[in-house]
């Protein structure tokens, strides 16, 4: 049996405006499919932008529409970084030869926390 490890990546294009081309969705920031994020990411990104755009459209106000990128840039860093760490742990709690007994079980631990909170 063969064995192959597929790469997942994540990609963010910043700022992702520039003059009057706004980028949104994939064209903007691709992340990891172990999340499962990247339409919500991109309907994010346009329910900013049409508000912007309304706002801008209504009030003659551009300075929605030029905080468009940072807004959306710290969501997508947000789920970036999650995205990163589920990966992580679900890569490290599989097959110890990959990054050792002790990370598999600290990811296992962390899985476990996930849907078991110690609190609860
Ligand atoms: C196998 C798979 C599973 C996924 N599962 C999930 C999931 O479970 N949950 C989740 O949130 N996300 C998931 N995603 C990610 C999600 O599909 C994308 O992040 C999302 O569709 C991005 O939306 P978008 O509008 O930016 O791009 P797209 O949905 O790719 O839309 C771009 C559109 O532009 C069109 N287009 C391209 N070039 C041109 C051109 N030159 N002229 C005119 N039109 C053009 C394309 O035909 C397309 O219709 C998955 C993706 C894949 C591939």
Redo the contacts with the bound molecule.
Sequence with gaps: MTKQVVPLRGVVFSPMRYGRLCL????AHLIS?MS???????LHDADVLAHAIVHQVEKDDPSVLESYSGTCLAHVWERQAAAVWMTDAMHDSGDASYRGEFRKQVALANLENLVTPRSA
């Design positions: 949104l969705g994939d064209a499919p499962a994020e990247g339409m919500s990411l991109a």
